[in-house]
């Protein structure tokens, strides 16, 4: 073992002199220690650009620089000074690349110029723009339908590009437009709209400055949103209690140093979490119907907003009366005691914000889950007041406002209406493919062309296997990027790169300097202005190459494509008729720090069918998965060959420290006090002792579902180390993208079909080979 690879504790804040230390690496690390400092003095501010990583929102347009160390990381990132040129492709093999790890692909740099993979060479080679669009307009006009044709949105597309994107498909006659959405807050937009009319949460920052209680579920925003760290700092200093369920002890919810703070610095940092539990994994649902029967029983129901703004209450109450304490504690993995005194934590809160992540999303269950905090948060009235209401914290940068801007594959028919009406066409009606439904479409043969709007596919979807057979069974698929990733290397049997520009770049159009907008987690909407000089000059921006493509592939069309895009207010003055909320786009967007999107909700206006928010039954149940292995005499069983594997544990893939979405920056995950290493399993003290393995064994992971007939099926991923951690007993986690081959393509949130990723059951297996 290398004196840069070790498994320690973590004692100090999330924050302090390690984020700053951390940070300053970057910079480093890049090439861009001066120029990078100088770009993240624009981050996030008037007349600036958005960060590029999370969709936390800003505190003040006009507020001086706020500090986050993976805000830092994904500028540095971006602001490199290292590029992939047409040289690099020449030397190194398609073969070679995909034998190297995503950390390797991410350091060499930005993307310089268009390629197109050249299969007698096995490498990719230069290619003009122009070619390049004619080579996808030909193979998507060639299509027996515009439905075998897949058109992928990444979340952090800006709503320029989104809209103009969203336009071009339907234009060419699908709603194929699978997105990132699909598999991180699917299960919160299907819960809430159906639940109070809107899937969006209803808070603002200012009310995290109200709130008396704060509930974080399933979160861990020290990796994941550290501007978010500021508002629960800033809390708890005045005295509101933040209330944590988190399976895993997460260093970013126990303590925080702002490093603009001196005191801070010089001290410890702020405590944020007063309370902190540890459910089981997919314990959420049963913890918060215990909230619930405590809440209903104990009569601190608000009677009056119940009575005026709900509908169902007689039947919840009824059945969270009827749970028993045995059956909350089995599934939630806490004991009554601990649930009270977060029940009595929410009861004392005359306002409170519940927050959440994907812990909550990606489980069999999650819609029910969601439904279920909202439950809770209407049985005292927190929906519409100060201080109060759902927060979902997303995660890309403008993924809200991908969505809101159309990228959606089963678009309203009012969209559909505006959209045909505000540029003389008629869009499709049938819905199209989600993202499970493009990997199986690709798979036999049904889809055809895959078009990826930024991301990586390859590497953020389950079954790693099946997702790379599926992309390999194109004609031709297409990466639009700033960098090199996995998802190129797994290509179609023809393939191109596009490369674009950065969200930290000029753009540049024939109507001068251009600006675009996004959408934060609050529904807060505003500009962001590039200010370096473009990596390439043969870069384009993400809405020219919508425009571009457009006018290449649809002959027919009567939308000015390049006259749109010359100057983007024109694009912004269609969006302003299409898309509610959005009236005077021009004018709103350009008020310092943007406008906010109405949420019918803080006025306490619920636009279900009955005009009312509803409270909605969820029984507690075995998950699906669980219980089919429970009634099948199958592999498991003791007697077969399968006896070598221990017993059946839960599995949630989780990001490092050093990580966002699929883009590794390094191997370490500080506040886990894990160093150098990405294959690495998290595992309870009680279940190391109980399986007979010690810290730094090696293990095959091997996860264990039921196909739906009768049969139990098994998927490996080999060599992790294992790591001793304060998780509970029968839970385990490791990085994504490493376990995503453990995840079957069907195992997936009910009616949101959200990739189950935080619920694989597993069994673990002495390591029968090592990796390099």
């Given at each position: 073992m290398t004196d840069d690879r070790k498994i320690g504790h973590y004692d100090g804040p999330a924050g302090g002199w390690d984020a700053l230390k951390s940070s300053w690496h970057a910079l480093r690390e890049q090439h861009v220690v001066l120029k990078g400092s100088n770009t993240l003095l624009r981050a996030n501010q008037d007349r600036g650009f958005d960060c590029p990583g999370c969709a936390w929102p800003d505190r003040n347009a006009h507020s001086t620089f706020e500090f986050c160390e993976n805000g830092v990381k994904a500028v540095a990132n971006e602001a490199t000074s290292k590029r992939v040129t047409r040289e690099f492709f020449a030397e190194h093999s398609v073969t070679w690349l995909s034998e190297q790890d995503g950390q390797f692909l991410e350091a060499q740099g930005r993307l310089t110029e268009p390629m197109a993979y050249d299969p007698d060479s096995d490498r990719y080679v230069p290619i003009a723009w122009d070619d390049a669009f004619a080579k996808i307009a030909a193979a998507l006009n060639v299509l027996t339908s515009p439905d075998e044709a897949i058109f992928y949105t990444s979340g952090r597309t800006s709503n320029?590009?989104?809209?103009?994107?969203?336009?071009?498909?339907?234009?060419?006659?699908?709603?194929?437009?699978?997105?990132?959405?699909?598999?991180?807050?699917?299960?919160?937009?299907?819960?809430?709209?159906?639940?109070?009319?809107?899937?969006?949460?209803?808070?603002?920052?200012?009310?995290?400055?109200?709130?008396?209680?704060?509930?974080?579920?399933?979160?861990?925003?020290?990796?994941?949103?550290?501007?978010?760290?500021?508002?629960?700092?800033?809390?708890?200093?005045?005295?509101?209690?933040?209330?944590?369920?988190?399976?895993?002890?997460?260093?970013?919810?126990?303590?925080?140093?702002?490093?603009?703070?001196?005191?801070?610095?010089?001290?410890?940092?702020?405590?944020?979490?007063?309370?902190?539990?540890?459910p089981r994994i997919g314990g959420d649902l049963a913890v918060l119907t215990g909230i619930a029967k405590?809440?209903?029983?104990?009569?601190?129901?608000?009677?009056?907003?119940?009575?005026?703004?709900?509908?169902?209450?007689?039947?919840?109450?009824?059945?969270?009366?009827?749970?028993?304490?045995?059956?909350?504690?089995?599934?939630?993995?806490?004991?009554?005691?601990?649930?009270?005194?977060?029940?009595?934590?929410?009861?004392?809160?005359?306002?409170?914000?519940?927050?959440?992540?994907?812990?909550?999303?990606?489980?069999?269950?999650?819609?029910?889950?969601?439904?279920?905090?909202?439950?809770?948060?209407?049985?005292?009235?927190?929906?519409?007041?100060?201080?109060?209401?759902?927060?979902?914290?997303?995660?890309?940068?403008?993924?809200?406002?991908?969505?809101?801007?159309?990228?959606?594959?089963?678009?309203?028919?009012?969209f559909l209406d505006k959209l045909g009406a505000a540029f003389d066409f008629t869009p499709p009606r049938e819905h199209g493919f989600d993202t499970i439904d493009a990997i199986e479409a690709m798979r036999d043969g049904r889809g055809k062309v895959f078009f990826a709007m930024g991301g990586n596919f390859a590497a953020a979807t389950p079954d790693t296997d099946l997702t790379v057979r599926a992309l390999r069974n194109c004609a031709l698929t297409v990466h639009v990027s700033t960098k090199l990733n996995r998802s190129h290397l797994v290509h179609g049997r023809d393939a191109l790169i596009l490369p674009c520009l950065g969200r930290t770049e000029i753009d540049l159009q024939a109507g001068g300097p251009q600006a675009v907008t996004v959408e934060d987690s609050m529904s807060m909407v505003h500009l962001s202005v590039g200010m370096n000089p473009p990596a390439s000059e043969h870069l384009l921006s993400e809405p020219a190459i919508v425009a571009r493509l457009a006018a290449a592939t649809l002959s027919h069309s009567r939308t000015p494509w390049l006259h749109l895009v010359a100057q983007y207010d024109r694009i912004r003055d269609k969006i302003a008729e299409v898309v509610?909320?959005?009236?005077?786009?021009n004018v709103n967007v350009r008020a310092a720090g943007g406008f906010h999107l109405h949420h019918p909700n803080r006025e306490r206006v619920f636009p279900t069918a009955d005009g009312r928010a509803q409270l909605y039954v969820h029984p507690l149940a075995l998950a699906p998965v669980g219980a089919a292995l429970a009634a099948s005499s199958s592999p498991l069983d003791e007697t077969t060959e399968s006896s070598r594997l221990k017993p059946l544990l839960q599995l949630m893939t989780v990001r490092s420290h050093d990580q966002y979405n699929t883009t590794v920056y390094g191997l370490n995950d500080r506040y886990r006090g894990v160093h150098g290493y990405r294959r690495v399993c998290l595992i309870s003290r009680s279940d190391l002792d109980r399986l007979g393995f010690a810290p730094g064994n090696h293990v095959d992971i091997i996860s264990v579902w039921d196909d739906g007939n009768g049969a139990i099926q098994e998927r490996t991923a080999r060599d992790f180390l294992l790591v001793e951690y304060d998780i509970p007993p029968g839970c385990l986690a490791s990085y994504f993208p490493e376990t995503n081959a453990l995840v079957p393509l069907g195992s997936h949130a009910e009616r949101a079909r959200t990739p189950a990723s935080k619920s694989i059951p597993v069994k673990l297996r002495k390591a029968e080979t090592r990796s390099a």
């Open positions: 320029e590009a989104a809209f103009l994107y969203q336009l071009f498909v339907r234009e060419y006659g699908t709603n194929n437009l699978p997105d990132c959405s699909n598999m991180c807050h699917e299960p919160s937009g299907v819960a809430m709209i159906e639940q109070i009319g809107s899937g969006k949460g209803s808070v603002l920052l200012d009310d995290f400055e109200h709130a008396e209680a704060i509930f974080v579920f399933g979160q861990n925003p020290g990796t994941n949103h550290p501007r978010m760290l500021g508002e629960l700092r800033n809390a708890a200093k005045r005295g509101c209690r933040i209330v944590a369920f988190n399976p895993l002890r997460e260093r970013g919810l126990e303590r925080f140093a702002d490093p603009k703070s001196p005191a801070d610095m010089l001290g410890d940092g702020v405590r944020l979490a007063s309370h902190y539990f540890q405590v809440v209903v029983e104990h009569d601190a129901v608000d009677r009056s907003f119940v009575e005026t703004h709900t509908s169902g209450y007689d039947a919840f109450a009824d059945s969270v009366r009827a749970a028993s304490w045995d059956a909350i504690e089995r599934e939630s993995g806490l004991g009554r005691a601990q649930i009270e005194q977060a029940a009595q934590v929410y009861i004392d809160s005359d306002a409170t914000i519940f927050c959440w992540g994907m812990g909550i999303t990606q489980h069999h269950r999650s819609v029910a889950t969601i439904q279920m905090l909202v439950n809770v948060l209407l049985l005292r009235g927190n929906i519409g007041k100060p201080g109060a209401g759902p927060c979902p914290v997303r995660g890309h940068s403008n993924v809200q406002g991908d969505r809101t801007m159309g990228i959606y594959e089963k678009p309203s028919d009012d509610d909320g959005f009236e005077n786009f």
